[in-house]
């Protein structure tokens, strides 16, 4: 398996998304912004269509559309009671857009799929240096942000009221949040981002009970997740994507049986 | 112990179609254990907000000493929705408060750490999830992630609130014993009077347009409950 040049990148590039997913989904759960990823992964298909319309890779398209609508809806969505209607309008737009834009580029509906879907097949030598560079940046803005991060994340009203500048935080954060989404489109396609952004997050904050620990076991998840699912494709012939999404929905299934048997809840 | 941490002279804070204070002075002394009391909607959390520079008064004015960058403020909120599912251990929980740019807490700030969860009785369960914690625990954990960082003021908002008696006098108990033994200065807030008369050295009555401050020693209950309408 090993010996193919294709493999041997998605295994690189889906290990570095891997990483960074995992690492950036302990925060994503912590302040419940599963539904904007989500959204952000809808952005990220239109921006991928405007990138190809433009003659650009779809990763750049991806990163300006999805960097400069998580600012818009974090900006947006400040008012708790606003935030999903809002979220959904700017979701519908987008994937408009994405139709559009593919349609104006003259790109067959296999363009779409792999975008919406991801393609194994389709990541270069140069696809993988731009990944790593990319999860470089996210984890050292991570790395340098850390604590402050963690105290709004976990406990928003406790670092608003010690005088943390939480709103600077949050938009940071939702760029981190974008990056991570388009680096992330290159394997699983844009449709099933935020699988790798919540999932294993989400299962591992049943297991551990400190923020460094989730984020060991939540990157665990994630890397297990995709080095399986790269696997299974290759000898099934099957989409990775599926086997990525099933076998983190066994983790987190596999967490909610966990918690239930251990606190009866 | 009569140097003042706190100064307030003639604050007035309106919203619009709404005076909150007008002309509010008081002073805190360093050590000192203040108790707000007053209704509902009287402006206690106002007041607070006000203090901790949330908020900017329409006139006169708040005084730190000696300055406000100096005074280091722990603030235990009325409100936090953690559901039974909140992740964190308490000892993590307390430690979000830790500051600085490493990622990982030093020996010492593991001793900070430490000593915050031991003089607020919860270095037993402190590998519990605070989800999982007692009504009484998680207001002590939450005491311990203020004082984390040895604060000069402690507020202290409607802490008591949600609690049973017992555990209440647990509480206090445990905020009095800061107070006399690290001096941390102490803000309650409270609708309690009872509580309020049993622990504060003063108190600070609001009603809507007029103010009381005054030393609790004398007063009775009911005379605590004239001044505050409550």
Redesign the interface.
Known sequence: MFSLAFMRNAYLAGTFIAIICGTIGVFVIARNLSFLTHTLSEIGFAGAAFGIFMGWTALSGMLIFTVISSVIVGQMSVKQSRREASISAISALFIGLGILFLSLSNQTSSYATSILFGSVIGIAAGDVLRVAVLSGIVLLVMLALYRPLKFDSFDAIGARVSGLWTTAISVVFLVLVAMSVSVAAQIVGSLLIFILLTLPAAAARYFVHTVSKMIGVSILFAIVGVWLGLYLGYVTNLPVSFFIAAIECVFYFTALGYQRLHVGS | MTAPLIAVQHLGIAFPNNQVFKDLNFEIQRGDFVTVIGENGVGKTTLIRAL???LKPTSGQIKYFPSKKAIK?G?V?Q??N?D??Y???I???VS?????????LSKAEHRQVDTALRVTNVKKIK?R?LG?ASGGEKQRA?LA?AIVQAPQLLILDESTASLDNEMKYELLDLVQNLNQTSHITVLFITHDLPLAKQYAKHYLALRPGQQEFGAMAGMSVEQLKEVSDV
Do not use: A, C, K
């Open positions: 901790l520079g949330m403020v603030y909120p409100f936090r953690l039974q599912e992740p964190l251990t000892e993590d929980f979000l408060n830790m500051r600085g740019w490493r990622p990982w590998q999830p999982m939450y992630q």
